[in-house]
C-alpha cells in the first residue's frame, strides 16, 4: 500500500483535491508555481521515510459557535489526501449506512431526511453529542483502531507523523477528565484532531465506528444516526431509550469520551428535533432562528463590501445561491422572502 500512496499519480490525484476550489489562495499558488519539484520532493521524503509534517496555523471561527480551527501547510495536505486515497476505501466498506458526515453521497440533506423518515416511524428520540470531541479523541485508542485494518507498516510509520504532528494543538480547548483506573500521567496522554485536517473528518468516523456497529447489533437500535459526533436513536419505547442512555454513556467512556448529560434526554418526536441546523417535526421542517440571523448579518455585509468594491456581484450571487439551495430543504419560503427583499 505505501509503495502506491507514493507513486507520481496518486500524488498528483492528492494535489488536485487538496487545491479544489483554492487555488487562488496564496500557499496553494506557490505549491502549484512549482508544481513538479513540490511533488517530487514531497515522494522522495515519503519514499526514504524523511517527511516531517509542518507547523499547524490556527485560528478561531465564531459560526455557529467559537471553534479552533488548525490549518496544516498545503504540503502536508496534499500528504493527506495522497494518505486518505489509499485507506479511506478500506473502512468505508465498514461504515454503517447512517453514518453521514464526511462521506461520499451522504451529507447534511440525506442525514435530515432520514432523521425525518424514523421521526415519522417512532414515537420517541434520544438525543445526545460529545463533549469536546475533537479534544478529545485519544491517539492510542485511535491508532488501534486504524492498525485493524491498515497491515502496511510504512503506512502505519505516515499516520504516526500526522499524528505526532496534532499532539497538543488542541490542548487549550481540552477540560481534563479523568477515567476509571487512570493515573496523574493520564493527563499526558496524547489526544486532539485539529478540526482543518482532512484526515481529523475521517479519522473521526474511524474512531466511532465500533461504537455505531454496539449501538446497532448490541443496543438493537433500529433508528440510529450520526453525524460526526450528533447521535440519533428513535425508539416507540421510552424506558428503553432511558437503558440505552446508560448504556451508552458507559460504552463512550471506554473511548475516554464523555456526553453532554444534561442535554441527553428522551422526548417525543413531535416536540421537534434539533439537528444540523434544522428543527425536524414529522410532518415538516424549520430553520433554527440563529441561523437565520447569522445569514442576515452575513448578507448585509456582503451588500456593503459590493457596494464599496471589495467584491464583484458573482461573489455575492454564489453566496445567496448556496444559502438558498440549503434552506429550501425546510419550509422556509417566507423566511427566504423577507431576508433577499432588500437585496
Known amino acids: 500500500m505505501y509503495t502506491q500512496l507514493c507513486t507520481w499519480e496518486n500524488l498528483l490525484l492528492a494535489f488536485r483535491k487538496a487545491s479544489r476550489g483554492k487555488r487562488g489562495h496564496p500557499n496553494v499558488a506557490a505549491f502549484e508555481y512549482r508544481l513538479e519539484d513540490n511533488l517530487l520532493q514531497l515522494q522522495r521524503e515519503l519514499e526514504t521515510q524523511t517527511y516531517i509534517p509542518g507547523t499547524y496555523h ?39 449506512y447512517d453514518s453521514y458526515a464526511n462521506r461520499v453521497g451522504k451529507g447534511t440533506h440525506r442525514a435530515l431526511d432520514r ?66 483506573g487512570d493515573d496523574l500521567f493520564a493527563a499526558n ?24 456497529y454496539f449501538v446497532k447489533r448490541e443496543l438493537g437500535c ?59 417535526f414529522p410532518t415538516h421542517r424549520r430553520l433554527k432562528v440563529r441561523k437565520g440571523f447569522a445569514f442576515r448579518r452575513q448578507l448585509m455585509k456582503l451588500v456593503s463590501a459590493l457596494k464599496n468594491g471589495a467584491i464583484v456581484f458573482e461573489t455575492l450571487d454564489a453566496v445567496i445561491r448556496g444559502w438558498v439551495n440549503h434552506v429550501r430543504y425546510a419550509d422556509t419560503w417566507g423566511l427566504r422572502r423577507s431576508v433577499l427583499a432588500h437585496v
Open 58 to 96: 490556527s485560528f478561531y471561527i465564531h459560526e455557529p459557535k467559537r471553534r479552533l480551527i488548525s490549518a496544516a501547510p498545503f504540503r502536508d495536505r496534499v500528504a493527506h489526501h495522497a494518505l486518505c486515497n489509499l485507506t479511506e476505501p478500506l473502512f468505508e466498506r465498514s461504515f454503517i
Open 222 to 280: 433500529r433508528g440510529y444516526v450520526r453525524y460526526v459526533d450528533d447521535f440519533l436513536l428513535f425508539a416507540n419505547d421510552k424506558r428503553a431509550l432511558s437503558q440505552w442512555r446508560a448504556e451508552i454513556m458507559k460504552r463512550l467512556t471506554a473511548l475516554r469520551l464523555t456526553l453532554h448529560e444534561s442535554s441527553a434526554q428522551v422526548k417525543p418526536v413531535t416536540e421537534g428535533i434539533p439537528f444540523l441546523g434544522f428543527y425536524l
Open 115 to 180: 432523521a425525518q423518515e424514523f421521526a415519522r416511524r417512532y414515537k420517541y428520540v434520544l438525543q445526545y453529542d460529545i463533549k469536546q470531541f475533537f479534544p478529545s479523541i485519544d491517539h492510542a485508542i485511535l491508532r488501534e483502531v486504524l492498525a485493524r485494518k491498515v497491515d502496511d507498516a510504512r503506512v502505519l510509520w505516515l499516520i504516526d507523523k500526522i499524528l505526532a504532528s496534532e499532539r497538543g494543538v488542541l490542548s487549550e480547548e481540552y477540560t481534563m477528565v479523568y477515567f476509571p
Open 189 to 212: 496522554r496524547p489526544r486532539g484532531l485539529p478540526i482543518g485536517n482532512l484526515t481529523s473528518q475521517f479519522w473521526a468516523n474511524c474512531y466511532l465506528n465500533p461504537f455505531d
